[in-house]
């Protein structure tokens, strides 16, 4: 099976926005052992819009169309989708209800333009939206299937996986690429690359691949196979010896992120988390409660960006302040106990740093200071990384999770 | 003059990398004022390249082709390039001494497949390369010109800026594309459609465009004339009359931020900011200090998840929390007003609802109410969005933003 994305967007050709898109969904495709042999990216033009699925259509058996399905005068997908198909628009009142609905939940009034988006092609089908208005959209083109999606990422990711992917699965039938992805925290990817060389040029089914990034190396095993089953299952024993080499650096795999590893363990222990932050100016909690009931296991977090701060919702005495100064270890020490004592949490972890780029209470850009405070235990690491302010933000995040990770598994705690 | 794009490549086919190289030269090309019409990407497969080039030829002045000149199996782009040119490949004795004195230097031995890459088609010329092994191709595909760079995006770019774009300068005469982005918030995509329907439809230069995503909807001007100066004075009337209608939707231009709005704002005004959250967990706080300099207005971040912290931080009433709940009204005025004693804030503002997917605090998953307290203001206002999760943290950030951003400036506050 072969299939072809189409993307559509005048963004794109003035180089406003890469075709990220494309990325994400050739790499689904590849999952599911479907060949993608070409992309094409045309724009918000009708003609030319035509031409690109016609083409598309006549050399691959599914055609993807990302963008062009908005409200507004230039999103054009849905009539040249229909006459590529040689279809009719037809307004549906089930969208077109629900259009109306949604503008009426938020108290705005619809401007017309909008009901272009209940339009569907006949024959044809459509796919409901459950985050944006736009309807995707599913017809034929000689002889082969065109799905339409829209290109706000959420919006098509929610299409393809809930509809496209899942369709698309079904028609590719019995073969698989199936991977598995072994997140890594605390080794350089050249590190962890030593560590299995051997294992990654051994054999090309399966295979191993990296992909480093945010302060974490994703370890890839990939299989091949005439089923599913069949691909997992020699996964197996490759995941066996790269968990062996690589040990606890292995913090979670596949869709499981470091927080919510350390979700999960705080639920099981029956624990209760506290943060205070000053660097990351709140973006740890915000991770923390990026997982679906936190509310569970969080309490709070104490973001403490002024000095004033520190001092009055987290006690951090003056000596420290005027001695070692805000981002020291005993301003990280001070700052967990004082998060400990403000939520009343079993575990709290505290994060003080200069991110950048000037520097920071007598420290450095990029020196970060992280302590953990619990039941009998107090611990404090520091480090400097030469990042930008950014990248220093995520990788502190990372690090303090990774802290309150090997806390709760009883590993060794760095620095 | 018309160019496209061809990139060579099966990594980017299978989702390995996205086509960022497009992006770069398509914006290059847009400063030229060169229209880019169509992007491809083909595989690593010599006959679908030839078809590509060709395909592109036919409907474009300039092609420019990246990828595939390396010197492994899987680079085919140089053979292919000839095949469309219907050119011989002709070995070069300049590029082979010099390809063989590079690995001397290294003290490397010099594989045989590297030789590959000193053949050039005749006719044609080739781009001497500086950092990397393999010289550019230039040749004719009956009218257009075709270019071949490498694909390394540093390697790309050195060609591109030392020979392609200069020559392409050259042809394109003296023409150039400005861009002015106008950043709204509070307004539907198809409601600012609407509401520039004429400016749209009136002309192609200058000319208006879309982009929605985030919460904020971008509004795109751009402008070709001779010189940049010219293009950049076709603007101002423009943007004098998007303006005019958007009015105080519009919160920002270019790369401006609402975070970067609102601490311009605050340090101008020499206000102190604090925040209340819950819903965002230190979205908003980490939000604020993404901005460089945050530290002189933004003082911290209560992020109160639990009832108990809601009760010890902000003084939040049991009356509140056990009446109309920790999603109420009262719930977001009470943690405004905590905020500011709390922090000692000239202005506070605080955050709470329910991201779902469960139901929380007798809210609806989606309902969000947001309060600002400062000297003679206290205002909340509540709205339900029917997104995810992620969706609603980020549109509630950018409504507390907004909301400060209005009281700063004086302008009617929502709700």
Redesign the interface.
């Known amino acids: 099976m072969r299939a072809e994305l189409v993307a559509v967007g005048?963004?794109?050709?003035?180089?406003?926005?890469?075709?990220?898109n494309?990325?994400?969904?050739?790499?689904?495709?590849?999952e599911l052992g479907i060949d993608?042999?070409?992309?094409?990216?045309?724009?918000d033009?009708a003609d030319?819009i035509v031409a690109?699925i016609r083409l598309a259509a006549s050399r691959s058996d599914v055609v993807i169309v990302t963008g062009g399905l908005?409200?507004?005068?230039?999103d054009v997908t849905r009539p040249a989708l229909a006459e590529a198909a040689g279809a009719t628009l037809v307004r549906h009142p089930e969208i077109e209800a629900e259009l109306r609905d949604?503008?009426e939940?938020?108290?705005?009034?619809?401007?017309?333009?909008?009901l272009a988006q209940a339009d569907v092609p006949e024959p044809g089908r459509f796919i409901h939206p459950?985050?944006g208005t736009a309807p995707g959209l599913i017809v034929s083109v000689d002889e082969a299937t065109v799905y339409a999606v829209p290109g706000?990422p959420?919006e098509m990711r929610e299409m393809m996986e809930g509809t496209v992917l899942p369709e698309l699965a079904e028609l590719a039938g019995p073969s698989a690429l199936v991977s598995r992805t072994l997140r890594c925290y605390g080794l350089a990817e050249s590190r962890i690359a030593e560590l299995l060389d051997d294992l990654f040029h051994a054999a090309a089914n399966p295979s191993v691949a990296y992909l480093a990034g945010d302060g974490e190396v994703h370890v890839r095993l990939t299989a091949k196979a005439g089923t599913r089953e069949e691909a997992a299952s020699l996964l197996v024993p490759l995941e066996e010896r790269v968990r062996e080499r690589l040990g606890d650096h292995v913090y979670g795999a596949d869709d499981e992120t470091m927080e919510a590893v350390v979700g999960r363990l705080l639920l099981e222990g029956g624990h209760t988390l506290g943060?205070a932050?000053s660097l990351?100016?709140?973006?740890?909690?915000?991770?923390?409660?990026?997982v679906?009931?936190?509310?569970s296991y969080?309490?709070?977090?104490?973001?403490?960006?002024?000095l004033?701060?520190k001092r009055?919702?987290l006690h951090v005495s003056a000596e420290t302040l005027e001695g070692p100064g805000p981002v020291s270890r005993e301003c990280a020490a001070e700052m967990a106990a004082g998060a400990r004592r403000?939520?009343?949490a079993d575990v709290a972890v505290a994060l003080t740093g200069a991110a950048?780029?000037?520097a920071?209470g007598g420290a450095e850009p990029g020196q970060v200071w992280i302590g953990l405070d619990a039941e009998g235990v107090e611990h404090q690491f520091g480090f400097r990384w030469p990042f930008d302010?950014?990248l220093i933000?995520r990788f502190a995040e990372m690090a303090a999770l990774d802290l309150v990770r090997r806390h709760l598994l009883g590993l060794p705690l760095p620095g």
């Open positions: 005048t963004e794109l050709l003035i180089g406003q926005i890469a075709n990220t494309a990325r994400w969904i050739s790499e689904r495709l590849a993608v042999l070409h992309h094409q990216v045309v724009g033009n030319r690109s908005g409200p507004t005068q230039d949604r503008f939940v938020r108290g705005r009034e619809m401007p017309d333009s909008n459950e985050r706000v959420s943060c932050e990351t100016g709140g973006g740890l909690g915000e991770r923390i409660t990026a679906p009931g936190a509310s969080f309490l709070g977090s104490a973001v403490t960006y002024a004033e701060a009055s919702l403000l939520f009343g950048g780029p000037e920071h302010r950014e933000r």
